[in-house]
């Protein structure tokens, strides 16, 4: 392969990371990964004069694809020049003073207050165009709504998620394979909600690193003088510490230090010049300011040696792998154990047990493997299930494939689906922990779902065990008579039929009015029949509630739950037809109120324009965006708010 056929494969393999981590919250692959090709790109770009049109090192970012409102950005939001050499920093600013501030790894955030008030937050984007998230940032745990200067005033900042909130939700959540990536994916989803009222429940934190604008001129010298204001008016900037040129190894080494003890997260650090004229006067190339540079960990790397690959398997099936090492010390802790995520990264490592692997911790946390030294390529993947010794195969899952346990009646898949059964979004019964739910199938007690109803039958033992009490096992069984009345979708959703998730089941439910008895009878036509239901849901629904034994299980669970009572829709003239909404609102507080208001009038709100739209709600009946042109290549009714409300006064005349 030349070096342009290099440069062309490298392109390629950076845009469809790029892709996945901007717009999909995913990662192919590692930050370690990414750079090492995005360098090797680089350094044969700068070796051959040529620059590929779209290569990444040119671009930006990509175009924004989420349902928000967007909006230009008043200046361009560019990236930053990076290096990994600390000798680097110094050079830059070549005697001058400069700032040195932690580079937080979520999303940049650009908040603007008109009179004091908080008056609009709009995301990165793609730095030319992003997202407006206004009502997201009022929920934000340490965003001001007000503060004391009453002229414009324009920060950017990072929202981020702490690593101990992090935890936290991931350990709410059942499924491994459901659980976060990490907490820039989860901040990512979560400054973009819809529903600010998930953002507020996830603790975001957002820390400013520039001021942009104050009134007509911000009227400060220094960047140490904006972090100053920036304090003064009730925020909390970014932790930075003034440097020179001579100062710059040892103030390096001090943020270093801060890394294992930080919760919140990040990936290197920032250094600008503090004289903000001298910086402006620098200019910019097509990609870079010239006035900061990114520094960005040079990862540690350590050799060990791989002892073993653990597998575990999850309520679906899928068998993670987990690499054993010889313990290595490696940025001031003990690393023995190193996630593999699935069977394309090991095909790609070319594991072997045995083998000399060089391992690193992404941004100084996370083990990984970095480079196999030995390739020998011979790991055996397990033709059974290391749980119960069923037949496992090999399946693909989104770009990786990944190892399955076939087994229906595997015990850990049992364990994981009894997990997700009592879980908060489906039965919701507290104190059913993993462990408890192992020793009750240990014992016998629970064979399927309605067994759980039934645990007094065994009080008598169940006291006696070790770890529990009358105490523990009183509380329990309160929570078990509570989660005897449960609303018919977390029913649903409980059962751990693939790709149904709640707001899945919440859209089958409300189709089929709540019909329990005609919803577990639905064939596939009907089910794709609802806007947002694909083939692959409806087949696997379909496929759940043909099995006899599951159908039996389900009848024994309905006869002990009461269904709560449905949310009551009101008839009107919107019912029966179905939306999309896009654009900002302003007689709502935002687009989820709308969406209430209208599933509770029986109309139905989807995501995308189709031939099955009755309207498009949009404010500006103009807009060129995407789903105004679908609407008008359908013909479909492009309304205002006001149109809107308007239509629902008509009187009803039934179709």
Not at 153 to 174: C, K, P, Q
Not at 223 to 231: A, C, D, G, V, Y
Not at 562 to 591: C, D, M, Q, Y
Request: with cysteine; net charge negative; proline share 4%.
């Amino acid at each position: 392969m030349d070096k342009k056929e290099r440069q062309q494969e490298l392109t390629r393999i950076l845009d469809r990371a790029a892709y996945a981590y901007e717009q999909e919250n995913r990662e192919l692959m590692s930050n370690f990964e990414y750079d090492a090709l995005y360098d090797e790109l680089k350094s044969l770009e700068e070796e051959s004069g040529v620059v590929l049109a779209g290569s990444p090192t040119l671009r930006p970012g990509y175009e924004v694809l989420s349902e928000l409102p967007k909006e230009q950005h008043e200046t361009p939001m560019l990236s930053l020049d990076k290096t990994k050499e600390v000798p680097a920093l110094a050079a830059f600013l070549d005697g001058r003073e400069g700032m040195l501030s932690w580079k937080m790894d979520g999303l940049t955030v650009v908040l603007t207050y008109e009179n004091g008030e908080l008056a609009k937050a709009v995301t990165r984007g793609n730095g030319e165009i992003g997202e407006v998230i206004t009502n997201n940032a009022k929920v934000f745990r340490n965003v001001p709504l007000r503060i004391p200067c009453k002229e414009t005033v324009t920060l950017r900042g990072e929202a981020v998620i702490r690593y101990s909130d992090f935890e936290e939700i991931n350990a709410a959540i059942a499924e491994e394979e459901d659980k976060y990536k990490n907490p820039r994916n989860l901040c990512s989803g979560t400054v973009r909600q819809l529903n600010n009222e998930i953002t507020a429940k996830r603790n975001v934190y957002l820390f400013p690193f520039a001021l942009i604008r104050k009134g007509d001129g911000d009227g400060f010298a220094t960047r140490k003088e904006q972090m100053e204001f920036l304090r003064e008016q009730g925020f909390a900037p970014v932790e930075y510490e003034m440097v020179d040129s001579e100062g710059m190894e040892a103030a390096v080494k001090r943020f270093a230090e801060k890394i294992t003890d930080n919760d919140f997260p990040s990936d290197g650090l920032v250094l600008c010049f503090n004289d903000i004229a001298y910086g402006r006067s620098l200019g910019r190339t097509s990609k870079f300011p010239r006035d900061a540079i990114a520094f960005k960990w040079k990862d540690e790397t350590k050799e060990t040696t791989l002892l073993s690959i653990d597998w575990s398997a999850s309520r679906t099936g899928l068998i993670n792998p987990v690499a054993v090492l010889e313990p290595v010390e490696l940025e001031g802790t003990t690393v023995s154990r190193a996630s593999v995520h699935n069977l394309s990264r090991i095909r790609a490592l070319k594991l072997g047990i045995g083998d000399k692997v060089m391992v690193y911790k992404a941004n100084m946390i996370i083990p990984q493997i970095a480079e196999n030294l030995t390739k020998s390529d011979n790991l055996p993947i397990p033709e059974v299930c290391p749980v119960c010794g069923g037949k496992t195969e090999t399946r693909a899952v989104l770009d990786a494939e990944s190892l399955f346990c076939t087994n229906p009646d595997c015990t850990a898949k049992k364990l994981k689906s009894y997990a997700h059964l009592v879980s908060r979004d489906a039965l919701n019964i507290e104190g059913l922990s993993e462990a408890t739910l192992e020793k009750l199938l240990g014992e016998g007690w629970i064979l399927e779902p309605a067994d759980l109803f039934h645990l007094d039958d065994h009080k008598d033992v169940f006291v006696q065990m070790e770890g529990f009490g009358e105490k523990s096992f009183r509380k329990l069984w309160e929570a078990v008579e509570r989660a005897r009345e449960v609303a018919l979708p977390k029913l649903i959703y409980s059962l751990g039929i693939p790709g149904v998730g709640l707001a899945n089941a919440k859209l089958i439910c409300r189709a089929y009015h709540h019909n329990v008895e005609v919803i577990r009878n639905l064939t596939e036509e009907q089910l794709t029949q609802i806007e947002g239901i694909g083939k692959g849901i409806a087949k696997a629904f379909v496929e759940y509630m043909a099995d006899a034994d599951k159908q039996r299980m389900l009848t024994n669970l309905l006869q002990e739950v009461k269904l709560a009572k449905a949310e009551t829709v009101s008839r009107s003239p919107i019912t029966g037809k179905t939306f999309v909404i896009t654009g900002s609102v302003t007689h709502w507080a935002n687009r989820n109120e709308l969406k209430a208001f209208i599933e509770s009038r029986g109309g139905k709100v989807a995501g995308s324009v189709s031939a099955k739209t009755h309207y498009l709600i949009n404010n500006d009946g103009n807009s060129t965006s995407s789903k105004n042109k679908k609407a008008a290549e359908l013909n479909i009714p492009i309304l205002s708010e006001e149109e809107f409300l308007r239509l629902t006064e008509e009187e009803y005349y039934a179709d």
